[in-house]
């Protein structure tokens, strides 16, 4: 039990922490808000254009759709940076020598800043949807505690992925270019851009088994077109890729401290 | 009995290596070119439960890969360590239970947090029970003198309050083994002789061993009875604070400066500089007493200022050179 206690400890300092950086969520609100009316200009257009409802969507779930799918991938720390520079500077070193698993660590430190923003993302989502389309149509309550498993699941396979990408430092001496791909795969192939019926038909069936569907867009359809089916397929996939990618960030993890050279001293 | 055992320990890097220049960057590009560099060489050592070691040597001496080697974050090229009867490179997770560490440079407290916050999340991330936790933090507290500063945010404090928090927060699971590594880099005189106190407080009390890496040779002078000296890897010396002090470290250099032009003619001092107001002199203590010498300045004019000080270490290591040297070659 104690052994646990120590992960939510972490998780609940790391939730003051990020509370003093009040400022900095302010100016993300402000991006969200921006990039949404972007893609609701968008949208707008084509709609007008080609009719009523386009790939199953009508405009007022598309906005939603894309409100939602952003607010997920707005909702993730600065691991990446984090870990990256502290495997590159060597500080990984002092971080490493306590009784608990770095990565756990990392996680629920990272689930503190997420948290703070998480919530500040949901409300401005809420706000963002109303006033930009009104509320959303066919959407039932009793679904919502579905719709928020996937989002966190979601949410977590993002965190994980990012922690992976982090942990090549131990090798490379420079990575930023893997998370740069990964936010461009994450942006088309995870349903960012557009949902993955609007993609060819070849492109949208490999991409319902690549993981970045299951990061932002497997959640945002869910919550604007549910079904139980969509969800128990989501779930295992979820699920499945979840495991998959803690799994490999400890063994990444416990080869990279291996090979770890700290220079300095 | 024995806490800490190394044998033959040797740790060497593969650094990349570069040619000057655009030409060079380009050749590293295709053929990347790597050299050996030998950290540590062949170093062993023993320490005794409740000693108070220092382990000290210049800047990039290997000082601080083998505190990292002896807390396992380090995986040795080979040789053998025991640390409280478990290899560190094993177990890592096992041993951390039972040392604590602080490297003077790094920070393990929350930075916008108060310190309170951090003592309270590592005693969880120790597993101490909660009431076990907060009388070990009202005693840390009590002797650390930190009461006052519990519920301020650790970037508000000064470097020397920072330092005793930090201190604090290493001992919250009473740990059997300290590792200081420059735990007084940077501090003024005033808070590093109020560390230096915290530190025996501590050895004396709770019967800790502590593992300090400095170079001030302060810091080893007050606080240990045996110094380990390495320098480029290895060993250089292993022996009684007391026998360093009188062997190596009897020089003190005594800066003084006159209202008046003074001459330093007849008396029998190894001047290093005098510039008629100045001057710098060199006292070995183990044939006169620095007493006698500096009435014996005070006395030829008024005194403006006065500094005693030790030679760096740096001076002593090589002091430490040459004395072996002369030693081999029968001199002696």
Same mark, same amino acid.
């Given at each position: 039990?104690?052994? +646990?206690?120590?992960?939510?400890?972490?998780?609940?300092?790391?939730?003051?922490?990020? !509370?003093?950086?009040?400022?900095? +969520?302010?100016?993300?609100?402000?991006?969200?808000?921006?990039?949404?009316?972007?893609?609701?200009?968008?949208?707008?257009?084509?709609? #007008?254009?080609?009719?009523?409802?386009?790939?199953?969507?009508?405009?007022?779930?598309?906005?939603?759709?894309?409100?939602?799918?952003?607010?997920?991938?707005?909702?993730?720390?600065?691991?990446?940076?984090?870990?990256? %520079?502290?495997?590159?500077?060597?500080?990984?070193?002092?971080?490493?020598?306590?009784?608990?698993?770095?990565?756990?660590?990392?996680?629920?430190?990272?689930?503190?800043?997420?948290?703070?923003?998480? +919530?500040?993302?949901?409300?401005?989502?809420?706000?963002?949807?109303?006033?930009?389309?009104?509320?959303?149509? #066919?959407?039932?309550?009793?679904?919502?505690?579905?719709?928020?498993?996937?989002?966190?699941?979601?949410?977590?396979?993002?965190?994980?992925?990012?922690?992976?990408?982090?942990?090549?430092?131990?090798?490379?001496? %420079?990575?930023?270019?893997?998370?740069?791909?990964?936010?461009? !795969?994450?942006?088309?192939?995870?349903?960012? +851009?557009?949902?993955?019926?609007?993609?060819?038909?070849? !492109?949208?069936?490999?991409?319902?088994? !690549?993981?970045?569907? &299951?990061?932002?867009?497997?959640?945002?359809?869910?919550?604007?077109? &549910?079904?139980?089916?969509?969800?128990?397929?989501?779930?295992?996939?979820?699920?499945?890729?979840? #495991?998959?990618?803690?799994?490999?960030?400890?063994?990444?993890?416990?080869?990279?401290?291996?090979?770890?050279?700290?220079?300095?001293? | 009995? =024995?806490?800490?055992?190394?044998?033959?320990?040797?740790?060497?890097?593969?650094?990349?290596?570069?040619? @000057?220049?655009?030409?060079?960057?380009?050749?590293?590009?295709?053929?990347?070119?790597?050299?050996?560099? @030998?950290?540590?060489?062949?170093?062993?050592?023993?320490?005794?439960?409740?000693?108070?070691?220092?382990?000290?040597?210049?800047? /990039?001496?290997?000082?601080?890969?083998?505190? =990292?080697?002896?807390?396992?974050?380090? @995986?040795?090229?080979?040789?053998?360590?025991?640390?409280?009867?478990?290899?560190?490179?094993?177990?890592?997770?096992?041993?951390?239970?039972?040392?604590?560490?602080?490297?003077? @440079?790094?920070?393990?407290?929350?930075?916008?947090?108060?310190?309170?916050?951090?003592?309270?999340?590592?005693?969880?991330?120790?597993?101490?029970?909660?009431?076990?936790?907060?009388?070990?933090?009202?005693?840390?507290?009590?002797?650390?003198?930190?009461?006052?500063?519990?519920?301020?945010?650790?970037? $508000?404090?000064?470097?020397?309050?920072?330092?005793?928090?930090?201190?604090?927060?290493?001992?919250?699971?009473?740990?059997?083994?300290?590792?200081?590594?420059?735990?007084?880099?940077?501090?003024?005189?005033?808070?590093?002789?109020?560390?230096?106190?915290?530190?025996?407080?501590?050895?004396?009390?709770?019967?800790?061993?502590?593992?300090?890496?400095?170079?001030?040779?302060?810091?080893?002078?007050?606080?240990?009875?045996?110094?380990?000296?390495?320098?480029?890897?290895?060993? *250089?010396?292993?022996?009684?604070?007391?026998?360093? =002090?009188?062997?190596?470290?009897?020089? $003190?250099?005594?800066?003084?400066?006159?209202?008046?032009? *003074?001459? *330093?003619?007849?008396?029998?001092?190894? *001047?290093?500089?005098?510039?008629?107001?100045?001057? $710098?002199?060199?006292?070995?203590?183990?044939?006169?007493?620095?007493?006698?010498?500096?009435?014996?300045?005070?006395?030829?004019?008024?005194?403006?200022?006065?500094?005693?000080?030790?030679?760096?270490?740096?001076?002593?290591?090589?002091?430490?050179?040459?004395?072996?040297?002369? /030693?081999?070659?029968?001199?002696?």
């Amino acid at each position: 039990m104690r052994s +646990l206690n120590k992960y939510f400890y972490t998780f609940k300092i790391s939730i003051s922490n990020n !509370l003093v950086y009040a400022w900095n +969520l302010l100016a993300r609100t402000i991006f969200f808000v921006f990039i949404v009316f972007v893609m609701l200009l968008l949208w707008k257009n084509i709609y #007008g254009q080609k009719g009523e409802i386009i790939a199953g969507f009508s405009l007022n779930q598309m906005i939603w759709y894309l409100t939602i799918a952003e607010m997920i991938s707005l909702s993730r720390s600065n691991i990446f940076s984090e870990v990256s %520079e502290e495997v590159k500077k060597g500080n990984i070193a002092y971080t490493i020598n306590k009784p608990y698993s770095y990565v756990f660590y990392c996680f629920s430190n990272s689930m503190g800043e997420i948290a703070v923003r998480l +919530l500040t993302n949901i409300i401005t989502a809420l706000v963002i949807g109303m006033i930009y389309v009104g509320p959303l149509t #066919g959407f039932k309550v009793i679904h919502l505690p579905m719709v928020i498993i996937t989002v966190l699941l979601g949410i977590c396979i993002n965190f994980f992925i990012y922690m992976l990408l982090a942990l090549s430092a131990f090798w490379l001496e %420079e990575n930023t270019a893997l998370t740069w791909i990964y936010s461009k !795969l994450v942006f088309t192939l995870g349903g960012m +851009l557009i949902p993955l019926e609007l993609f060819p038909d070849w !492109l949208e069936k490999i991409s319902r088994h !690549l993981p970045f569907a &299951y990061v932002t867009y497997a959640p945002a359809k869910l919550a604007v077109a &549910y079904s139980s089916s969509g969800f128990i397929n989501t779930l295992v996939y979820q699920l499945g890729y979840l #495991g998959f990618f803690i799994a490999v960030s400890l063994l990444v993890f416990r080869r990279g401290v291996k090979a770890l050279n700290v220079n300095g001293g | 009995m =024995k806490i800490i055992t190394v044998e033959n320990l040797n740790k060497s890097f593969r650094v990349k290596t570069k040619e @000057q220049g655009l030409r060079g960057s380009l050749k590293a590009m295709l053929s990347p070119t790597y050299r050996e560099v @030998q950290a540590v060489k062949d170093i062993s050592l023993e320490v005794d439960k409740g000693e108070v070691l220092a382990f000290i040597g210049p800047n /990039g001496a290997g000082k601080s890969t083998t505190i =990292k080697m002896l807390t396992g974050i380090l @995986q040795p090229t080979s040789g053998d360590i025991r640390v409280l009867g478990l290899n560190p490179a094993i177990d890592r997770r096992k041993l951390s239970y039972s040392i604590g560490t602080v490297f003077g @440079q790094k920070s393990q407290l929350w930075f916008h947090l108060p310190p309170i916050d951090s003592f309270n999340l590592l005693g969880r991330i120790y597993e101490m029970e909660t009431k076990a936790l907060s009388r070990r933090i009202a005693y840390l507290t009590e002797i650390f003198e930190i009461e006052e500063l519990l519920d301020i945010p650790v970037r $508000k404090l000064s470097l020397g309050q920072r330092i005793r928090c930090e201190i604090a927060a290493s001992l919250l699971h009473s740990p059997e083994i300290v590792f200081l590594d420059e735990p007084t880099i940077g501090l003024d005189v005033v808070v590093k002789q109020k560390i230096r106190d915290l530190i025996k407080t501590l050895s004396k009390e709770s019967q800790t061993t502590i593992f300090l890496t400095s170079h001030d040779a302060g810091d080893i002078e007050q606080l240990c009875k045996r110094a380990i000296i390495i320098n480029h890897g290895q060993i *250089v010396l292993n022996e009684s604070v007391k026998n360093l =002090k009188y062997n190596y470290m009897n020089q $003190k250099v005594i800066d003084i400066k006159y209202s008046d032009e *003074v001459s *330093v003619e007849g008396l029998a001092l190894k *001047v290093l500089k005098s510039k008629g107001y100045a001057i $710098k002199v060199e006292v070995d203590s183990s044939d006169c007493d620095i007493d006698t010498v500096v009435s014996n300045l005070m006395k030829l004019g008024k005194v403006v200022d006065i500094t005693i000080s030790d030679p760096p270490l740096e001076e002593i290591i090589s002091g430490i050179y040459q004395h072996n040297s002369i /030693g081999g070659d029968g001199l002696a």
